[in-house]
Nanobody, 123 residues
Framework: QVQLVESGGGLVQAGASLRLSCVASGGTFSSYAMGWFRQAPGKEREFVARISRAGSLRYYGESVKGRFTISRDNAKNTVYLQMNSLKPEDTAVYYC????????????????WGQGTQVTVSS
C-alpha cells in the first residue's frame, strides 16, 4: 500500500509561483509513474502533468504547458510540480497519484491518490 502526501499549496496572487511536493511511502517509488491532477469546485478532475518512472518522459495538460514543470527525485520518494505564472483559473485542489503502468492522463489508470492540497490564485 502506497501513501501519498501533498504539500506546498496556498493562496497567491496571479503571476506568482508555487512548488507542490508529494512524498510517497510504503512502496517502491521508482516503480510508479506519477501524475498531478486538479479539481475545481463543480468541475471534473483534470489532468495536469505526468512523469515516467525514471523521469525521462513528461507530459502536460494543454492549460498548463509552458508554465508548469513536473519532476521527481526517486532518492527522496518525491514528485514535484513547479507552477509559474499562476492564473485565477489554476485555483483547485491539486492531487498527486501513483500508477503501476506507464502513466496516463486518465485518472482511472492510477492506483493511489493523495489527499490533495488547495491552491488558490487571486486576481
Amino acid at each position: 500500500q502506497v501513501q501519498l502526501v501533498e504539500s506546498g499549496g496556498g493562496l497567491v496572487q496571479a503571476g506568482a509561483s508555487l512548488r507542490l511536493s508529494c512524498v510517497a511511502s510504503g512502496g517502491t517509488f521508482s516503480s510508479y509513474a506519477m501524475g498531478w491532477f486538479r479539481q475545481a469546485p463543480g468541475k471534473e478532475r483534470e489532468f495536469v502533468a505526468r512523469i515516467s518512472r525514471a523521469g525521462s518522459l513528461r507530459y502536460y495538460g494543454e492549460s498548463v504547458k509552458g508554465r508548469f514543470t513536473i519532476s521527481r527525485d526517486n532518492a527522496k520518494n518525491t514528485v514535484y510540480l513547479q507552477m509559474n505564472s499562476l492564473k485565477p483559473e489554476d485555483t483547485a485542489v491539486y492531487y498527486c497519484a501513483a500508477g503501476y503502468g506507464l502513466g496516463s492522463s486518465d485518472p482511472t489508470r492510477y492506483d493511489y491518490w493523495g489527499q490533495g492540497t488547495q491552491v488558490t490564485v487571486s486576481s
